[in-house]
């Protein structure tokens, strides 16, 4: 069984923060790609950022590069995401998503919604 939970998300007015979790399980956790996309209603699925399996490496989209950071927790397989100074375009759904370099398989997670709106 894999299962990816994120949690975290919510309303916050613009120039708000607020942090997203994805506790992950059934997998190899040390061993994948942790990333969060979002994705808005009627948009495509957008990349915002990742960290890498090794090295701790981390990538993130230029409209969100200044103020979202990723960090992963290996010893509670949780990955978080920081988001502050929250604009209303970044109004989405977010999704955790796992990708195990050893297997090559990806997995999901269910979404947690975030709304900035004044």
């Known amino acids: 069984q894999v299962h990816l939970e994120e949690s975290g998300g919510g309303l916050v007015q613009p120039g708000g923060s607020l942090r997203l979790s994805c506790a992950a399980s059934?997998?190899?956790?040390?061993?994948?790609?942790m990333s969060w996309y979002r994705q808005a209603p009627g948009k495509q699925r957008e990349l915002v950022a990742s960290?890498?399996?090794?090295?701790?490496?981390?990538n993130y989209a230029d409209s969100v590069k200044d103020r979202f950071t990723i960090t992963r927790d290996r010893a509670k397989k949780t990955v978080y995401l920081q988001m502050n100074s929250l604009k209303p375009e970044d109004t989405a759904v977010y999704y955790c998503?796992?990708?195990?370099?050893?297997?090559?398989?990806?997995?999901w997670g269910q979404g947690t919604q975030v709304t900035v709106s004044s």
């Open positions: 998503k796992a990708l195990v370099m050893t297997i090559f398989r990806e997995y």
């Open positions: 059934g997998f190899a956790f040390e061993s994948s790609i």
């Open positions: 960290t890498m399996n090794t090295g701790g490496i981390t």
